[in-house]
C-alpha cells in the first residue's frame, strides 16, 4: 500500500468514524429525551385538572428586549399581559431603535414618562427614560440608548422587581399558561437555577388577540424546514442534555432565571452575540467551580411561538450569528471543559459541542467533499461510498424522524394528517440540500468569528402578517 492509499484510507475512516459519532451521540440523547418524556407525561396528567394559585408561586418580571419590532411587538406585549400567573410584571427595554417600536408601545398602551428608583447593578449604556402604562399597572417600558440585546437584559434585570426573571424576544408568542409550565421546576427543587421552554415556529399559524388561536405549518419552504430543525433541536436535542444536567443553552426567546445567580455570574455580557448560551456555560463553569448543588432544567411543552426567517439571506445572517455565538461561548468559558469540578458539563457537553456543533461545519463539509471526490475518482469503493451515505444521510434522516415521532407521541400539535405527511417530506428532503447548507453557513460564521472582531446584535426581518389584532 502507497502513501496516497493510506492517506485516503485514514480519512475515509476518520470520516465514517466521526459521521456515527456524530449521529450516535444525537441517538443517545433521543433515547434519554424518550425517557424524560415518559416521566413528565405522567406528570401531565394533573395538567387538565382545574389550576388554582396558592399565593405563594414567586413572582416574576419579564423582560422584552425589542430592536426595531414595530410589526410584532404589540401583538406581543399583548399575549404576555393575558398570561396566568399570580404576580407579573412586564418590562420591555427599547434599544434605541430606528423604526416606530416606541411610539407603537405608547400609542397601543398609553404611556407617560413614569420617574423611578433605577438601581445600576450591572453596568449598561445609559437610559433615556422610564414609562409605565396607564392601563396596566405591571407593564413598564425602558428607553435607553443602543447597546445590544445583552445590554438591553441587563438594563431590565437593573429595573426588575422580583426574584426570577425570563427573558422573552420581542417576537414571540406565550401560551396562556406558559409560565405555569417553566417555573415548576423552580417550585419542585430549590437548586433550580434556570429553566428554558419549547420554542417552536410560528409561521402558518394564525394569531388572535395576542394569542395562537390556530397551528398551521407555513407554505414557505426555508421557514418549513426550520419546523423540522425546532422539533429536532429542542426534543431530544436540549431534553436529552437536560436529563443528564448538562444543557448548555437556553433560547433568548424564552428562558427562566434565578436573579441573584445572574448578577453574581456578571449578568449578560455584551460583546457577545450569543449572550444565551454564553450566560448559561458561565453560570455552570461558576456554580461548578463553588461545587455549588445546582439544576438547569428544560421544559418540553410548547411554550413559545417564533417567527422564523422565510428569506435565504436573512436565514444565512442568522445562521452566521449563531455559529459566531457558539465559538464565543465555548472560547470565553475554556475552563470549564475537563475541569476535576466539570461534571457533565465539563466532560460530556462541553466536548460534544466543541467536536460536534463548533468545529461540525468544517468536519461534515470536509467529509462530503472528500468522499464525493474520492469515490467519482475511483479511489474509494462503492461499498465504502455507500456506507458513507447511509451514516451521513439515512442516520440524518433518521434522527429528524425521531424529532418528528416524539412530537406526535407527546404533544400532538400538529393535528391534521396532511401537516404530518408535509413534515414527514420535509424530514427527508431537508438532508438532500438544506442541512448542507446550514453548515456551510455555520462555517462562515466560524470563520468571521476566527477573523473579525466583534459583531452587532443586528435585526431581522419580520413580516408580522401571522398576528392579527381583534
Request: proline share 4%.
Amino acid at each position: 500500500m502507497n502513501t496516497q492509499q493510506m492517506i485516503v484510507e485514514f480519512v475515509t475512516w476518520f470520516v465514517l468514524v466521526y459521521f456515527i459519532l456524530l449521529n450516535g451521540g444525537y441517538l443517545l440523547l433521543n433515547l434519554l429525551s424518550i425517557v424524560s418524556l415518559h416521566r413528565k407525561g405522567q406528570e401531565r396528567i394533573l395538567d387538565d385538572l382545574p389550576q388554582a394559585y396558592s399565593g405563594l408561586e414567586p413572582p416574576i418580571s419579564l423582560l422584552v428586549p425589542a430592536f426595531n419590532e414595530e410589526a410584532t411587538i404589540a401583538a406581543s406585549v399583548r399575549s404576555m399581559l393575558q398570561l396566568a400567573y399570580s404576580e407579573l410584571e412586564i418590562i420591555v427595554i427599547n434599544d434605541g431603535s430606528k423604526d416606530r417600536t416606541l411610539d407603537v408601545l405608547k400609542e397601543e398602551f398609553e404611556l407617560v414618562p413614569f420617574p423611578e428608583a433605577y438601581r445600576v447593578r450591572l453596568a449598561t449604556r445609559p437610559v433615556n427614560g422610564i414609562f409605565r402604562s396607564t392601563r396596566y399597572p405591571n407593564l413598564r417600558v425602558i428607553d435607553k440608548v443602543n447597546g445590544g440585546k445583552a445590554d438591553s437584559l441587563n438594563a431590565g434585570i437593573n429595573a426588575s422587581r422580583y426574584p426570577l426573571f425570563c427573558g422573552v424576544d420581542a417576537d414571540s408568542i406565550l401560551q396562556r399558561d406558559s409560565l405555569q409550565r417553566v417555573v415548576k421546576p423552580f417550585l419542585n427543587d430549590a437548586t433550580v437555577v434556570a429553566t428554558g421552554g419549547t420554542v417552536r415556529v410560528a409561521n402558518g399559524c394564525e394569531v388572535s388577540g395576542g394569542f395562537l388561536t390556530r397551528v398551521g405549518l407555513p407554505s414557505n419552504i426555508w421557514a418549513l424546514f426550520q419546523v423540522v430543525e425546532y422539533l429536532r433541536a429542542f426534543l431530544f436535542g436540549r431534553l436529552g442534555w437536560s436529563a443528564v444536567n448538562g444543557m448548555l443553552i437556553i433560547s433568548g426567546a424564552f428562558g427562566l432565571f434565578r436573579k441573584e445567580v445572574v448578577i453574581e455570574a456578571g449578568g449578560y455580557r455584551p460583546k457577545t452575540i450569543g449572550e444565551d448560551m454564553e450566560l448559561v456555560v458561565r453560570m455552570h463553569r461558576l456554580l461548578r467551580s463553588r461545587r455549588q448543588p445546582y439544576r438547569i432544567e428544560f421544559v418540553p411543552d410548547p411554550v413559545c411561538w417564533t417567527e422564523a426567517p422565510e428569506d435565504r439571506k436573512t436565514l444565512r445572517n442568522q445562521r452566521i450569528r449563531w455559529q459566531r455565538g457558539l465559538s464565543e461561548s465555548l472560547a470565553a468559558n475554556w475552563g470549564l471543559v475537563f475541569n476535576r469540578n466539570g461534571g457533565t458539563p465539563g466532560w460530556l457537553a462541553f466536548p460534544f459541542m466543541v467536536l460536534f456543533e463548533w468545529l461540525g461545519p468544517l468536519v461534515e463539509l470536509g467529509g462530503y467533499i472528500f468522499m464525493a471526490i474520492a469515490f467519482f475518482s475511483g479511489l474509494i469503493s462503492w461499498q465504502a461510498f455507500a456506507v458513507f451515505l447511509f451514516v451521513a444521510i439515512g442516520l440524518g434522516i433518521l434522527l429528524s424522524a425521531s424529532g418528528l415521532l416524539l412530537e406526535e407521541m407527546s404533544f400532538h400539535i400538529y393535528p391534521e394528517p396532511r401537516h404530518l405527511a408535509m413534515l414527514a417530506l420535509v424530514v427527508v428532503l431537508e438532508n438532500f440540500g438544506y442541512r448542507q447548507i446550514n453548515s456551510w453557513w455555520r462555517l462562515v460564521g466560524l470563520y468571521r468569528w476566527a477573523t473579525e472582531g466583534e459583531a452587532s446584535w443586528g435585526a431581522m426581518t419580520r413580516k408580522g402578517n401571522w398576528q392579527r389584532k381583534v
